[in-house]
């Protein structure tokens, strides 16, 4: 199967949580990230969290790490319409380059 | 956090040319990769560009096809070459400072015809 797994779609209303998820296959993994990218553009790094925390939040996003289940997920508190987007998780291992995702087009709908 | 430019920021290119695209950041950086998303598709690492000697590439990458130059540590070229329309991407020159995180150029959007 894939390295990194996600759904491709995900559609919330304005206003509600939105929570993408991610599971990923290699335990030396040593970041992991989530990235956005707006239609046309490239990748805006939104956070990142380190293999030996388990939670971490900014302002409205919140990433919970599950390292025995390898599994990453994203909330949005409050999603706007201008949070749809395709958004990628990623992780990396000691030689830092990232293996990505097939990413989630979350769709915010008024 | 560094600060990419990439050029061109897209073209429309004829097979059996070659595009050179250019990345530049605003301070040194430890590490430079280069990265394709294919329509529709996630990213793929082409190659981890290495100052002064030659690019590391992934398996499926050839330096043929894209060779790789990174002059100094701020500096990089990708070149794709004997372009075909599946050459069609968007190519991402990506770097990584110190412990940071990394942090994505804009992207070159190229369309082969």
């Known amino acids: 199967g894939e390295d990194v797994e996600q759904s491709l779609f995900l559609s919330v209303r304005e206003g509600d949580s939105s929570v993408i998820n991610c599971t990923y296959t290699?335990?030396?993994?040593?970041?992991l990230y989530w990235y956005k990218q707006e239609p046309g553009a490239g990748l805006q790094l939104l956070t990142y969290i380190f293999s030996n925390m388990d939670m971490k939040q900014d302002q409205r996003l919140t990433v919970l790490l599950n390292k025995k289940d390898k599994h990453l997920s994203l909330r949005i508190a409050d999603t706007q319409t201008g949070d749809s987007a395709i958004y990628f998780c990623?992780?990396?291992?000691?030689?830092?380059?990232?293996?990505f995702g097939s990413g989630t087009q979350l769709t915010v709908l008024p | 956090s560094a600060v990419i430019s990439q050029k061109p920021s897209r073209d429309i290119c004829q097979r059996g040319t070659s595009l050179t695209i250019q990345c530049q950041v605003d301070?040194?950086?430890?590490?430079m990769f280069w990265y394709r998303q294919q329509p529709g598709q996630s990213l793929t690492l082409i190659a981890t560009?290495?100052?002064?000697?030659?690019?590391?590439?992934e398996s499926g990458f050839v330096i043929d096809k894209f060779p790789i130059s990174r002059p100094n540590l701020t500096f990089s070229t990708l070149t794709v070459s004997n372009m075909s329309p599946e050459d069609s991407s968007i190519y991402l020159c990506s770097v990584i400072t110190g412990d940071s995180p990394l942090h994505f150029g804009n992207g070159t959007r190229l369309t082969v015809t």
């Open positions: 990623a992780h990396s291992g000691s030689a830092r380059q990232l293996t």
């Open positions: 560009a290495n100052q002064g000697s030659e690019a590391t590439y």
């Open positions: 290699d335990s030396s993994s040593t970041y």
């Open positions: 301070s040194q950086v430890t590490m």
